[in-house]
């Protein structure tokens, strides 16, 4: 084969693989390409040689342009990455006023701290307290939800039902992005939820078994007709990327998510999130992991994360410990016990010098 067949090989298999990355965005988000491998420029790849020993090798060295190319189309649209300019990292993303004006004033006094927990949520830096975290599972990429996801549509008909149980348990009601290991049915309106920090999944739930699900997480007990499983992950990670929710989200979210993803050990699942509220604090997420003293799981929120602030975070999971002037709230924290767990975090936090 000519040098001009070979390359027309290589020129038609870029083509084939963009075209699958493009199936791939249209229809859930990959894993995530650890180790892109750059193919090497058609102007330096060195002829080929055909002889009796490698005459049959086209077909491998299509294949690994192929996989060469695919791999760089899977992690951009895995991360939903994209360059953001100087003019939009001044109006919304990690330059914007208010971002700089929250990280300048934050009081690591835990009396002034707990003060501002009983404040509504979106005007205050706390969080309004909560037993749970539902999490509604999904296909549609965050880049595609609508701007109120976590309000319409099955997420709706989650919330309803939990609010039939909401004088025994405050419950929040989100939508995530499922990964491809979560193995969630392509079935129309069945959908698989997770409820945090229980670390349990609900699979294949419909809207007609609602119901018993939602008393199911009310009474921690299991209904007789849907499985019922223990989330394998040690940690879970859940990241605001609701990008028709806001530009501050659209801008800040996915850098965010992907420094994470790409930092976190690999026994931690971080997946996209609907909106978490409190816009001016963007960018928002939560970490929920075990506490190895008391040996229980807990949900803590973080606002006004920058990428700076990603090693931290990570370095605070499994030690009990919390990135304090970053802090929003606990899941399951009750006001009674605030004043005493902030201060114990605080004084840690002098201590320690960090």
């Known amino acids: 084969m000519s040098d001009d067949s070979w390359r027309g090989l290589i020129v038609a298999g870029t083509a084939v693989a963009v075209t699958l990355s493009m199936q791939l965005y249209n229809r859930w988000s990959v894993q995530p390409i650890s180790q892109a491998i750059e193919p090497a420029p058609l102007d330096q790849t060195p002829p080929l040689e055909l002889t009796p020993n490698n005459q049959n090798n086209d077909d491998?060295?299509?294949?690994?342009?192929?996989d060469n190319v695919l791999s760089i189309e899977e992690d951009e649209l895995f991360y939903d990455y994209r360059e953001v300019t100087p003019e939009e990292e001044a109006l919304y993303g990690f330059e914007?006023?208010?971002?700089?004006?929250?990280?300048?004033?934050?009081?690591?006094?835990?009396e002034d701290q707990s003060k501002k927990m009983g404040q509504v949520e979106d005007e205050g830096t706390r969080l309004a307290y909560h037993?749970?975290?539902?999490?509604v599972l999904t296909n549609q990429r965050a880049t595609e939800w609508e701007e109120r996801v976590d309000k319409t549509g099955f997420a709706k008909e989650v919330?309803?039902?939990?609010?039939?149980?909401?004088?025994?348990?405050?419950?929040?009601?989100?939508?995530?992005?499922?990964?491809?290991?979560?193995?969630?049915?392509?079935?129309?309106?069945?959908?698989?939820?997770?409820?945090?920090?229980?670390?349990?999944?609900?699979r294949h739930v419909?809207?007609?078994?609602?119901?018993?699900?939602?008393?199911?997480?009310?009474?921690?007990?299991?209904?007789a007709n849907i499985s019922v499983s223990t989330l394998k992950?040690?940690?879970s990670i859940f990241v605001c990327c609701h990008a028709k929710r806001h530009l501050n989200i659209q801008t800040c979210g996915p850098r965010i998510f992907k420094k994470i993803t790409q930092s976190a050990p690999s026994s931690v699942a971080v997946r996209r999130v609907s909106d978490l509220g409190g816009l001016s604090h963007e960018t928002n997420l939560i970490i929920f992991n075990r506490s190895k003293t008391m040996n229980k799981w807990f949900g803590d929120w973080y606002w006004n994360v920058g990428l700076n602030d990603v090693d931290e975070l990570l370095s605070k999971i499994g030690t009990d410990r919390i990135m304090l002037d970053r802090w929003r709230g606990?899941?399951?924290?009750?006001?009674?016990t605030v004043n005493s767990f902030l201060k114990f975090q605080t004084i840690n936090t002098i201590n320690s010098g960090i």
Do not use: W
């Open 206 to 223: 419909k809207k007609e078994d609602l119901a018993d699900v939602a008393s199911s997480i009310a009474k921690g007990t299991t209904p």
């Open 233 to 235: 992950e040690e940690t």
């Open 330 to 336: 606990r899941c399951g924290l009750k006001a009674s």
């Open 131 to 135: 037993d749970k975290h539902v999490f």
């Open 60 to 66: 491998s060295i299509l294949d690994e342009a192929l």
């Open 159 to 202: 919330n309803s039902a939990m609010n039939k149980h909401r004088k025994d348990l405050k419950v929040k009601v989100s939508v995530a992005e499922a990964l491809l290991k979560d193995d969630i049915s392509q079935e129309q309106d069945v959908f698989d939820i997770l409820v945090l920090p229980d670390r349990r999944r609900y």
């Open 96 to 110: 914007r006023p208010d971002f700089q004006k929250f990280r300048q004033n934050v009081v690591l006094d835990y």
